[in-house]
């Protein structure tokens, strides 16, 4: 009788969920929703039950999941954690610009076949020696063709290994967005019947069929019959409590008080209009760099000098920067740098002139200004007073008769016309 394997440590979680995660090892196979958040918890991964259910469906209906989302929340990781708990073997498909079949699917050891020309080409004397004319002796040697085309000469990549592997695998397809289009309808084969055509060779069928997992950033749509051969789960950012209940179970060493504190200020720059808003391993390294530095109080300052942990753009950590007092305490009284924003760094209303003594406000300076006969004589507009006249004196007002305002607007009519 077959030893049974060694019951998994209890790490804060009850015999139950033990016994089940033993079950899962050994079947290959989860028995419930619940079998899944407990075989997945004790490898660290903490899902809810909407994706619990989704991964439990997956395993039951030998139908590839398709995983969209932002990056950072946790789709890879779920592959990986995926196969810890099955205890399957991943194998991993890392999706890019350019990227065609040879690379997914499989090709040919040229290598290898070149070899075995060389080899041929010593042996072909021997396989035409007793041919009796040259007719048999060029269908002698076109048979051997065939050979140079066979499985010891196919290299599986990914897609291949994981159809002919013979021991169950977990089959990741990475960032599927950033391939070619051309590359997903190569695609729809493996992910439809599970099998790959090699046409000098013929169809490879799966004996245990893997499970598959695909991932996509949303970076580009995907086409519809992808989709329609998978199913389906949009993974966004996690509610507050899953987040600090993840960053609880990575033992960062900061207090539980400081990762509440620190989960709900990356919550807030999410809401901020940032080219690329923190993922949740970024909120897990910056907890950790906070526990590095042994800091037990979270202010703006500590946060101002290790923000670039979770914001990785020069625009994006301006704004972070703005909103970090308010984030740490939405009480705080930030001061206007900026006064009007016209970037003087400081406001119109209270600036201090150099040259007005005592830094009178500058509105009284120029209210002073705005007085009748105020400029002296020769001043353009001013009347012409004798010289005797105190250059003091009030301004007289001129007088204009009826004729002569008449011939002024006169004038300027027939000007316009």
Known sequence: MPEAPAPLESDGVGTDAVAAVDAVLATDEFESVQAV??????????ADTRLATTVFLLTRLDKPLLLEGPAGVGKTELAKMLAAATGRRLLRLQCYEGQDETKALYEWDYGKQLLYTQILREKIGQVVADAPDLHEAVERIGAQESVFFSERFLAPRPLLEAIRSPEPVVLLIDEVDRA?????????????????????????????????????????????????????????????????EIVRSKKTGLSDALAEELVNVVRGLRELELRKAPSISETIDWARTLAVLGVDELNAQILSDTVSVVVKYDKDVKKALDALPRLVDPNAEVPEAHGHGHGHGHGHSDHAHDDEPG???????????????????????????????????????RNVTSSQGSRSFGLGRKRAL
Do not use: M, W
């Open 180 to 244: 070619d289009e051309a590359l997903e309808a190569v695609l729809l084969e493996t992910l439809g019947e599970f099998q790959i055509s090699v046409p000098e060779v013929g169809t490879f069928s799966a004996d245990r069929r893997p499970y598959v997992l695909l991932t996509s950033n949303n970076t580009r749509d995907l086409a519809a019959a992808l989709k329609r051969r998978c199913l389906h789960l949009f993974l966004d950012y996690p509610a507050a409590e899953r987040e600090l």
């Open 359 to 397: 830094g009178a406000d500058g509105r009284e300076v120029r209210a002073a200004k705005d007085q009748a006969g105020r400029h002296g004589d020769g001043v353009y507009g001013t009347p012409k007073y004798a010289k005797d006249t105190p250059v003091d004196a009030p301004a007289k007002a």
């Open 37 to 46: 958040v407990d075989a997945l918890r004790e490898q660290g991964y903490i």
